[in-house]
Nanobody
């Protein structure tokens, strides 16, 4: 599957952005999908993940209650609605996909074997 992320930009603290990830090549309902980010000087981390059907979602503690992941399998597109953005959310955001997840390891970046290019999110204070 090929993944194309978009929607990043510059926003003030407290603002909102919505990221999109368009999947092509295989139906998105074949994959677990996730949004990951890499902040300057930090490791890549999974911030949110969603099941094949879109019925189940998972969030890192740092974004819980502020970010919402969703999936429109009819459009083969995944979204990340980001509200109440903070300067520490500044990062390159990547979408990722996995045909299989081992157990409950949605939060491990090495579970995902398909990656899109990054989209930059910058939150000013």
């Amino acid at each position: 599957v090929q993944l194309q992320a978009s929607g990043g930009g510059l926003v003030q603290s407290g603002g909102s952005l919505r990221l999109s990830c368009a999947a092509s090549g295989r139906p998105s309902n074949s994959y677990y999908m996730a949004w990951c980010r890499r902040a300057p000087g930090k490791d890549l981390e999974v911030v949110a993940a969603i099941s094949r059907s879109g019925a189940n979602s998972y969030y890192a503690d740092s974004v819980k209650g502020r970010f919402a992941i969703s999936k429109d399998n009819a459009k083969n597109t995944m979204y990340l609605q980001m509200n109440s953005l903070k300067p520490e959310d500044t990062a390159s955001y990547y979408c990722a996909a996995a045909r299989v997840l081992t157990g409950s390891n949605w939060y491990l970046t090495d579970q995902y074997d398909n990656w899109g290019q990054g989209t930059q999110v910058t939150v000013s204070s």
